[in-house]
């Protein structure tokens, strides 16, 4: 019998600080109504001077085995999504290992940056139908804050920072992770890029006087690439899972821009209604966008045991990736004793991670 990926644990951590698109109209050169008609963001968050990939991605982390009652040395391999890492080297999958105290984890990082996420997430899954591992924590975490160059208009208004994660167990039954996808083009490197501060232009003078170390894109081809590729994987992972678009009762798309997700949508004749969009209040996290809206798709109740989900994304690369899961658990975890999984559901993530830090005796990252 094959061996299945199932989600078991889910959680975010968004920073407390709002960047509003009024605040960056005192900012840029820019308006509220051209970045809603354009993009459908109102505002998103941007982390504290002490906040990272790692710490936000830690909080995402208890959060997820808290729900999955799992102990962190119970996690086989950590898997963290970041084009910003905290550091070149070492990876921020181990500095989260350290943090959440999983002694027992593997950990490394992936780069697909928005992908990100959903190529861990096959990653993950693949070591586990391999029967390698047994619980692996996928995280997509980003602070693209600390890459936008804020004089850039067209790209600035577009990100926020954040971080997701999932902890996936190893079952027998038919569900969760059902296919996957993954895809590149990188003759399209240049087009959404960081120039410098890698081997090619390692940080210099020079490097830092022509501003190579922050984010540019050509946002028109990527739009194009994107509307394109999200259709195309979507399609590839629901035939690869047997199913039909029919079959799917939600779809999570990469939250990037509401224009390229209402186009995907339309090219697929998948009503709106089915799918989930938060890309108003958090604007383009990343690798941590996919597992962000996950949760808060679970959170309202939006995703049901027995359920088919796509989760489709796109980003620099140029990457896309999409996976079909069947979700296999009731959407308050059924593993908690009952007076838990009520706490849990009325105290919220940022108390659920501190319960399981506090247990284990780890400090919850600030
Ligand atoms: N405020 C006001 N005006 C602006 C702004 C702004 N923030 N940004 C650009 N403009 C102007 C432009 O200068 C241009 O002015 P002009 O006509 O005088 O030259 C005008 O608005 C139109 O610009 P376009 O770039 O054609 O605007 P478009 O409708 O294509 O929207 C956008 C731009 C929102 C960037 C869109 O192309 C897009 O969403 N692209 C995809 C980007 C994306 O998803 N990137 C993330 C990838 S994931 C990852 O891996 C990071």
New binding site residues.
Partial sequence: MRTHAEIVGWGKHVPSKVLTNSD?ESM????DE??KT??GISERRIAAAKETSATMASRAAFAALEVADLSPNKIDLIIAAT?TPDHLMPSTASLIQDSIGATNAGAMDINA???GFVYALSVGSGLIAGGSHQNVLVIGTDT?SRILDYTD???????GDGAGAVVLRATEDVTGVLSSSLGSDGSGAHL?WIPGGGARHPASLETVQNRMHY?K?N??E??RF?VNVMTKASLQVVKDAGLTLDDIELFIP?Q??I??IQSAAKSLKVPIEKIFTNVERYG?T?AASVPIALCEAIEQGRVKAGEHIVLV???????WAATVIRWGVPAVAPRLPWWKAILHRFRGQEAAAKSLARRTGRKIPR
Avoid: E, K, P, Q
């Fill in positions: 960056l840029l050169d820019t308006s051209w970045i354009r993009t084009s940056a928005c992908s693209m208009r067209g790209t600035s208004v577009l990100f959404l984010i894109m946002g028109n990527v739009y994107a990469h990037a821009n224009r390229i383009n990343s994304a796109f980003g620099a690369g140029l990457t």
